[in-house]
Structure formats: structure tokens, C-alpha cells
């Protein structure tokens, strides 16, 4: 009913989407304006609560939406944190949350509306949402087998299906278009060289990382919340821990560690042992004062994977991809629906300037996206390889990480200086708005910032980046930089609202 209204010409066709996470929710949103019928396809139950799902393992973890997503989201489905609010999500509007990394210690006050909910409710939120669009289905516990292609198979045409209850009938449904947005375990790489593509090989960072989380009942003298963010010290190999409120008076915290080595463990007793191990004291304090409802439970993944299908010299037309299946990241920075929410913005982006029965369309999508999600994939790169054992592997080259490792470092420490000393957040906020997607990497990497971080004040972290500068003349600084750094075609120019005060 309170979807936003579009007046788009919609083709007489049918666009068919797999899995019902969120890019394909969001996905359903977009195409729901340009397409006479929609099909949602999911392999689980779909319940009328929110609700933990098999097909989703990832659920149970915390889940943040970035400052871009919720943007982005906010346009799909307009005040769509006022339902998830009415579904009991906490509003974390003046929670005061402890920062704590190697820079020193930073107390902060959240100042705007703010979602924090586990991710079935957040899911449920905005499923409901697209729900009430009325060109748009739900075909639940149906899997997808596989594709249904032309005979040449340049072509989709539509999906195999087998129901996942009852007789287990298989059939297929046609459509014009098919988004594969079936998560991080896609088939489609199997479905493509089944038809006789060549998958170029892909993107991976070989992170190994694991998570743990525990939930908490907050105890009702616990009136003002104050949520922590242990940073860890990958050097060190100590992990970093997370403390959130969501629903229903529960707190989730978290364990991270990358690289392989010291994961996080889901033994309460070892959990206990590792969080006292990595947690600031205050952090720890505070989860002392919570009662635990279950042992942790875990989840580990060895990488993170980009596809390159915007490589390929032919794809079938009739196919996309979005979310997890195209791309994946380290979970820790919170990435995966704000990337699935800019692809989607981005095929929306497509669909309005381009006719999408043309030649090519889907292969323009595919590379407009890839732009999109470049400093995505960068930033969690870059923290990803500060530890030990984690790796890049694959043939397209990943540009400025040692040089940007060692800025970042130099910025980080100025801009909690800049914090403590004159109780002014703004480099914390434009760092913010980096890694919220919202602002280019080069917003913070350029001559004139540069300028201000080199002091001449002889500390460590200066002498690393000079030492990658090689020389230090600010007229050809620009240069520099350029051959140290990848370049980065994020253009959003929307004014963000700083989240934080001291
Ligand atoms: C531990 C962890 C924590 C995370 N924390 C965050 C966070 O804080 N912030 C953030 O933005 N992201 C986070 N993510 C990432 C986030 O979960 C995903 O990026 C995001 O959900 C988008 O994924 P998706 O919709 O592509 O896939 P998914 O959400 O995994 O959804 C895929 C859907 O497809 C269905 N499906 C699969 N195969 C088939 C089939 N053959 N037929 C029919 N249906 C099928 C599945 O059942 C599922 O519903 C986290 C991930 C992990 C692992």
C-alpha cells in the first residue's frame, strides 16, 4: 500500500527471480516497474513471523544495513524503518557506542532514527513490503534445478523447478528474464559451463574467517544502551568483538578472527575465554552485566568470491545476477545487502535508460554493476589482507593495498586526535562515509588530506606512508597516487546527515 508509486511503461513480460533473500527482494522491487509479472522463486517456507531460515544460514548473525543501503532501501520502499520499528526492531537513536582499536578508545552517541534488528526481521520488514505489490509472486519451498535455455542456448527462457513438498512434482515456468539471486552458493557457474560458456576465473579472497554469536536477554535495570566495537589487531592475530541491541530486549555479540588460525569458537566456556581475551574491558563489563539465552553458534566461510561474467565475450541473454551469487564479502563489514541494494539500484538504473530487449543489455548490466561495487570490494580487501594467512587470488590485479593499508593507519590515528583533543568527529565521520559506501576511497585518499596528515611529526604510521610515497613533492602528489591507487567511478553526491556525536 505504501510502496512508492512509479509510472513506468510496464512490458507485457514476465521476469523471474530466484531466492527470496534480500537482492532478491530488492530485485523484485526493481523489476516489479518495468515487468507485467514477477515471480519470486524461494526453496524455503516463507512464514507469516520472522523467522530463522535453512536457506539463509547466515540469519542468525548480526546484521547491520550501511548508510548506503539505507538509502537506497529508503527509496525502494519509503519509511521502511517505521515498519520494522512496529515489528519491535530497537531504535538505536542516543545508544552510546564504545569504539575500541588500536588508536585509543572513542565513546560515541548515535544522533539519527536508526534500524538495529536481527536480520529474519529486517528480512520480514521489506518482504512485506514487496509483498503488497500486487504484479508480484511468491512461489515458496519451490527449488530451482536448473535453467531452461534456447536450443542454441544463447538464450534463457526460463527455470527448471521441483517442489520441495508434497509430490515433489518438477516442472518448469518461462519467463523473459531470469535473476539469479540465490545467495552465496550459487549453481549458476555449473549452469553456465553446462551450456558450453566459459566462466572466467574468478575474484577470490581466501579470508577463512569465522564468526561466533551469542544472544543476550538485557536485564530490565539496563536502561541506556551501550553497544561496543572491539576492533581487532590482525597483526597480533587477536580477533574483534561486537556488541548489538535488537528486538525484543536481546543484545547479539559477536566473534571475529580471519586467516584461518584462533577462529572464533561456539564452546561457551572457550567463547567466554576469547571475548575476555579481545574485548576491552569495558566491552566485557558490559556483556557481564547480560544473560546469556543460548551457547553460540557459528559460521565459517574459507572465501569471499567476485565473479567476472561482465568478462565474458558472450552471455546468454534473458539472465542476470545480483547479491551474494555475483559477489560476496567478509561479513564483518557489514557489506552484503547495501552491495545488493546498489546492484539493484543499478539495474533499475539500466532498465530506465535502456530498453532491456536490446542486444547486450544484460552484459551491460552485468558491467555497470561491477563498477558499482568496486569500492566494496576494495575496502574489505584492503582490511582483509592485514591478516596473516589471507590471500588474493585470481587474475584481475587488486591495486594500492599496502599503500592504503598504512594510509588508513595515518588517518585513523589523526582523526582520533582530532576526536580527543578538539572533540571534533569529522574525520571519523568522512571515514564513516567511506566505508558506508556512501563516499569515493579517494574522498580520503587525495593530495589535500595527504597534506594534512603529514606533519613531519616523525610517528611510525607517518614514516610507512612516506616510505610507499618515495618522495614527497605535492605538485606531482596527484600523479602519485594515481599510480599507487585504483580508480574509483563512485559517483553519489547525496548529503548524508553526520550518524554520530561525540
Ligand atoms: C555471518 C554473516 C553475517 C553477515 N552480516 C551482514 C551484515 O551485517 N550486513 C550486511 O549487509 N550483510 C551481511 N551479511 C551478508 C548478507 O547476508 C548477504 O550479503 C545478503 O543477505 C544478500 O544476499 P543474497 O540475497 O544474495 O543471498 P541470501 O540472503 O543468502 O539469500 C539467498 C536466497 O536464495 C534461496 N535459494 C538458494 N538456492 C535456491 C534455489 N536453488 N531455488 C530457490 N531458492 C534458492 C535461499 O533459500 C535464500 O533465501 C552477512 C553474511 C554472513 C555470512
Not at 45 to 67: A, C, I, M, W, Y
Not at 267 to 273: I, L, Q, S, V, Y
Amino acid at each position: 500500500m505504501h510502496n512508492q508509486k512509479q509510472s513506468h511503461q510496464k512490458k507485457d513480460e514476465k521476469a523471474l527471480v530466484i531466492g527470496a533473500g534480500i537482492a532478491g527482494l530488492l530485485t523484485a522491487r526493481v523489476l516489479s516497474d518495468y515487468y507485467q509479472d514477477v515471480i519470486v522463486i524461494e526453496k524455503d517456507e516463507l512464514t507469516e513471523k520472522p523467522s530463522n531460515r535453512k536457506g539463509t544460514p547466515q540469519d542468525f548473525h548480526p546484521h547491520r544495513v550501511l548508510p548506503r543501503g539505507d538509502i537506497i532501501m529508503n527509496r525502494f520502499f519509503p519509511d521502511y524503518m517505521e515498519d520494522l520499528f512496529d515489528l519491535g526492531a530497537h531504535n538505536a537513536k542516543n545508544d552510546k557506542v564504545i569504539n575500541y582499536s588500536p588508536f585509543g578508545t572513542l565513546e560515541i552517541t548515535i544522533n539519527q532514527r536508526s534500524v538495529a534488528s536481527s536480520r529474519p526481521l529486517l528480512e520480514f520488514g521489506i518482504r512485506q513490503r514487496v509483498q503488497e505489490l500486487e504484479n508480484v509472486k511468491f512461489l515458496s519451498r519451490q527449488s530451482v534445478r536448473g535453467l531452461v535455455t534456447s536450443d542454441d542456448n544463447k538464450e534463457v527462457t526460463g527455470v527448471q523447478v521441483k517442489e520441495r513438498n508434497g509430490n515433489k512434482e518438477e516442472g518448469t515456468i518461462p519467463a523473459n528474464l531470469v535473476v539469479d539471486t540465490s545467495g552465496r552458493y550459487s549453481k549458476l557457474n555449473k549452469w553456465l559451463t553446462d551450456m558450453g560458456y566459459n566462466v572466467p576465473e574468478q575474484e577470490r579472497l581466501q579470508v577463512r574467517f569465522g564468526y561466533s554469536t551469542r544472544y543476550y536477554q538485557v536485564p530490565a535495570h539496563i536502561s541506556e544502551k551501550l553497544s561496543g566495537i572491539s576492533r581487532g589487531v590482525p597483526e597480533e592475530n587477536v580477533g574483534s568483538v561486537g556488541l548489538f541491541y535488537i528486538e525484543n530486549n536481546m543484545a547479539q555479540t559477536i566473534l571475529f578472527n580471519a586467516g584461518g588460525s584462533n577462529l572464533p569458537s561456539t564452546n561457551t566456556e572457550d567463547f567466554d575465554k576469547q571475548l575476555n581475551e579481545w574485548a576491552s574491558p569495558m566491552i566485557n563489563d558490559l556483556i557481564k552485566e547480560l544473560k546469556p539465552i543460548e551457547a553460540p553458534r557459528g559460521y565459517r566461510a574459507a572465501e569471499s568470491v567476485r565473479q567476472h561474467y561482465e568478462q565474458m565475450e558472450s552471455w546468454p541473454s534473458g539472465l542476470l545476477v545480483l547479491g551474494d551469487a555475483f559477489c560476496n564479502f567478509d561479513p564483518i563489514y557489514g557489506q552484503g545487502m547495501t552491495v545488493a541494494a546498489i546492484e539493484a539500484e543499478m539495474l533499475a538504473i539500466c532498465l530506465e535508460e535502456k530498453d532491456s530487449s536490446k542486444v547486450g543489455f544484460e552484459h551491460h548490466v552485468l558491467q555497470r554493476m561491477q563498477q558499482a561495487i568496486e569500492p566494496a570490494w576494495w575496502l574489505s580487501s584492503i582490511e582483509d589482507l592485514r591478516w596473516r594467512g589471507v590471500e588474493h587470488v585470481g587474475n584481475v590485479p587488486l591495486k594500492g593495498v599496502t599503500f592504503a593499508q598504512k594510509y588508513f593507519n595515518l588517518y585513523l590515528r589523526h582523526a582520533m586526535k582530532q576526536a580527543k583533543e578538539e572533540n571534533d568527529l569529522s574525520m571519523f565521520h568522512q571515514y564513516m562515509k567511506m566505508n558506508g559506501l556512501i563516499d569515493s576511497p579517494s574522498e580520503i585518499i587525495n593530495p589535500e588530506m595527504l597534506n594534512t596528515l603529514i606533519t613531519g611529526d616523525g610517528s611510525p604510521e607517518e614514516e610507512a606512508v612516506l616510505a610507499e610515497l618515495g618522495e614527497l613533492d605535492m605538485n606531482k602528489m596527484q600523479k602519485r597516487l594515481n599510480e599507487l591507487m585504483p580508480s574509483f567511478s563512485l559517483a553519489f553526491d547525496e548529503k548524508v546527515p553526520d550518524l554520530f556525536s561525540t
